[in-house]
């Protein structure tokens, strides 16, 4: 069973950084894309960076030039460095991974529990 934990959450003051990591655990036999999204109250969920194979980088021009997303494909997992942070990024960070769990399956899209970056004096 493929499980994805976040860590790096918490409350951070304007102009502060932040590094978001987003751990896997389970059988996983590959990995294709790799994205970070956030929640802010009453607002939909909207995508903020993906990273696709090699090394391709897409970001929201929200956050361009703000946050980098990052991948360690020996460890299977995915980084969001947050800097310059804003209060309109406080939102609940959720990754989002597309999984291959075993040579003989397909490809399903995993989601993390989500970790709270308030920004915030």
């Known amino acids: 069973q493929v499980q994805l934990v976040e860590s790096g959450g918490g409350l951070v003051q304007p102009g502060g950084a932040r590094t978001l990591s987003c751990a896997t655990s389970?059988?996983?036999?590959?990995?294709?894309?790799m994205r970070w999204y956030r929640q802010a109250p009453g607002k939909e969920r909207e995508l903020v960076a993906a990273i696709t194979p090699p090394n391709r980088a897409n970001y929201a021009d929200s956050v361009k030039g703000r946050f980098t997303i990052s991948r360690d494909n020996a460890k299977n997992t995915v980084y969001l460095q947050m800097n310059s942070l804003k209060p309109e990024d406080t939102a609940v960070y959720y990754c989002?991974?597309?999984?291959?769990?075993?040579?003989?399956?397909?490809?399903?899209?995993?989601w993390g529990q989500g970790t709270q970056v308030t920004v915030s004096s």
């Open positions: 389970g059988s996983i036999f590959s990995i294709n894309a």
């Open positions: 989002n991974l597309d999984i291959k769990p075993d040579w003989r399956d397909g490809v399903y899209t995993y």
